[in-house]
């Protein structure tokens, strides 16, 4: 059965060469007669822009509207900002580090609404203004996406018109993808790597096709059974992908479910670590600290705080 977690959030330059010319000043026979060598250079696309991954750490904070179940990212979301400001301010400061807002834009539902798909979709509104936050602080938006009894890229694929901005990629909640039939938050629900490499493929096209930085695509992933079969997940060339492990509890307990789960890991999917300020510390627990956490084998690449 889900955790009381899962039932308090029941309720995401181009350059034109100029032709070589003859001593006379206009173009030589060879020249008339050759493939327009610049012409071609001048179609040829620029490289695209380097991803946040690829030259800092993430550190964000997860949240949604009115919803302080769902994380820090809530309510006065300059406020919100500044404590995710002084959160990044914790961590080492061996290399960059570039502020994530983690918005839940597709919310799972206890009820099927007019669908039956048993999820919510947020306004465009809503997105817009986590999307200023995020920009706010130099940082980037992921839409958190709970699926309920929807696919994942169709899911995705809704928030198309906000994809193409160069700083907003995706987290996915498998733990909120039910089968028919289920209900979210009765039980954990589940993806499969092929379903995960769907979105991937799909991502990183749109990258590539709108010349823009790489997608971040994560997954959550709270227990080995939330995602099957990861090695059908496959690299894509305009997307990197983040496997952010979501576990509960005491940094023993946190450190054992890291242990299980990075295993499964494909190599070309960077490590992510979860911290629940409520959650992990109900029982008088600590918080894991950013040492305690950056010290986990792999090195987190990307760390949130609900």
């Known amino acids: 059965m889900p955790d009381a977690r899962m039932t308090r959030r029941a309720v995401l330059a181009l350059a034109v060469a100029g032709l070589g010319a003859s001593a006379c000043g206009g173009p030589s026979a060879a020249q008339m007669l050759a493939p327009p060598a610049a012409a071609k250079a001048a179609s040829a696309p620029p490289p695209r ?19 302080r179940a769902l ?38 539902h206890p009820s099927p609404g007019a669908d039956g798909m048993y999820r919510s979709r947020c306004a465009d509104q809503t997105v817009r203004d986590y999307l200023d936050e995020a920009r706010a602080l130099k940082g980037m938006l992921l839409l958190n996406i709970q699926p309920g009894r929807a696919d994942f890229l169709p899911e995705v694929q809704a928030y198309e018109h906000w994809l193409t901005e160069p700083d907003v990629g995706v987290a996915l909640d498998p733990e909120w993808a039910v089968e028919p039939g289920d209900v979210p938050g009765r039980k954990f629900g589940r993806t499969t790597g092929t379903e995960l490499d769907g979105v991937a493929a799909y991502l990183g096209s749109l990258a590539q096709r709108a010349h823009l930085p790489d997608k971040v695509m994560v997954y ?57 300020f409520h959650e992990d510390t109900r029982r008088g627990n600590p918080l894991m600290t950013p040492a305690e956490v950056l010290a986990l084998t792999p090195t987190p690449a990307y760390v949130v705080y609900e």
Do not use: Y
Not at 56 to 66: E, K, W
Not at 87 to 96: G, N, S, T, V
């Open 71 to 108: 994380g820090e990212m809530t309510g006065d979301l300059q406020a919100a900002g500044r404590k995710l400001a002084r959160q990044i301010q914790a961590f080492p400061q061996d290399r960059p580090m570039t502020p994530v807002v983690e918005l839940v834009a597709t919310t799972a």
């Open 220 to 276: 959550h992933q709270v227990a080995a059974s939330v995602v099957r079969d990861e090695a059908s997940l496959r690299p894509h060339p305009g997307v990197s992908v983040v496997k952010v492990v979501d576990g509960i509890g005491s940094a023993a307990a946190k450190t054992a479910t890291w242990k299980t789960l990075m295993k499964t890991k494909p190599v070309h999917v960077l490590p992510g670590f979860k911290l629940f």
């Open 49 to 67: 822009p380097p991803n946040a991954l690829a030259t800092s750490r993430l550190i964000g904070f997860c949240g949604a509207p009115g919803s």
